[in-house]
T-cell receptor, first 110, second 114 residues
Framework: GQNIDQPTEMTATEGAIVQINCTYQTSGFNGLFWYQQHAGEAPTFLSYNVLDGLEEKGRFSSFLSRSKGYSYLLLKELQMKDSASYLCAVRENGGFKTIFGAGTRLFVKA | DVKVTQSSRYLVKRTGEKVFLECVQDMDHENMFWYRQDPGLGLRLIYFSYDVKMKEKGDIPEGYSVSREKKERFSLILESASTNQTSMYLC?????????????FGDGTRLSIL
């Protein structure tokens, strides 16, 4: 079956580093996306991985291991505005259909 | 900037009504999607379309239909609304030409069926 697992909630302190994990089992793989979604707003794109390894984008990095069906999103120098839900999503072969995880709600405290 | 516009942010309808949710995108994207988002369940795909007049069922198509008469517009139809269709509905679009392109989402329609 198809499944994407990520923790439901995490709490971290302003200025710290947090890692949000995602494991997936899907019928095909054509890329993994991370999105950020603030409460009441639309998801917005953060990162994309299709090959194994680390992709860095400012304070945000994302890692992929295809053999392990595993990804993580790393947020450095946390700010209060990073409090949001983070969605892990896998695009299946063929390129159209994307499966989303339930999301991880991150609370950043002062 | 890509713009995906959903016709309503909030909508209240009655059980049994036929409900139309409209979505328009301005980036000439081939792919368009309708999701519903419920607490603890994440985004679930209802229908998607990869070209004008083309449609494919997603994971939860029952009780819904879609229409794509023009490339920029993708409509979701609740044939006879029921209370279990109360949810947040999100429309998204993406390019088919580049494989690394993400989906771009509208602001969502919070639909309540009474």
């Amino acid at each position: 079956g198809q499944n994407i697992d990520q923790p439901t909630e995490m709490t971290a302190t302003e200025g710290a580093i947090v890692q949000i994990n995602c494991t997936y089992q899907t019928s095909g793989f054509n890329g993994l996306f991370w999105y950020q979604q603030h409460a009441g707003e639309a998801p917005t794109f953060l990162s994309y991985n299709v090959l194994d390894g680390l992709e860095e984008k400012g304070r945000f990095s994302s890692f992929l291991s295809r053999s392990k069906g595993y990804s993580y999103l790393l947020l450095k120098e946390l700010q209060m505005k990073d409090s949001a839900s983070y969605l892990c999503a896998v695009r299946e072969n063929g390129g159209f259909k994307t499966i989303f995880g339930a999301g991880t709600r991150l609370f950043v405290k002062a | 900037d890509v713009k995906v516009t959903q016709s309503s942010r909030y909508l209240v309808k009655r059980t049994g009504e036929k409900v139309f949710l409209e979505c328009v995108q301005d980036m000439d994207h081939e792919n368009m999607f309708w999701y519903r988002q419920d607490p603890g369940l994440g985004l679930r795909l209802i229908y998607f379309s990869y070209d004008v007049k083309m449609k494919e069922k997603g994971d939860i198509p029952e009780g819904y239909s879609v229409s794509r008469e023009k490339k920029e517009r993708f409509s979701l139809i609740l044939e006879s609304a029921s209370t279990n269709q109360t949810s947040m509905y999100l429309c998204a679009s993406s390019s088919r030409r580049l494989s690394n392109q993400p989906q771009h989402f509208g602001d969502g329609t919070r639909l309540s069926i009474l």
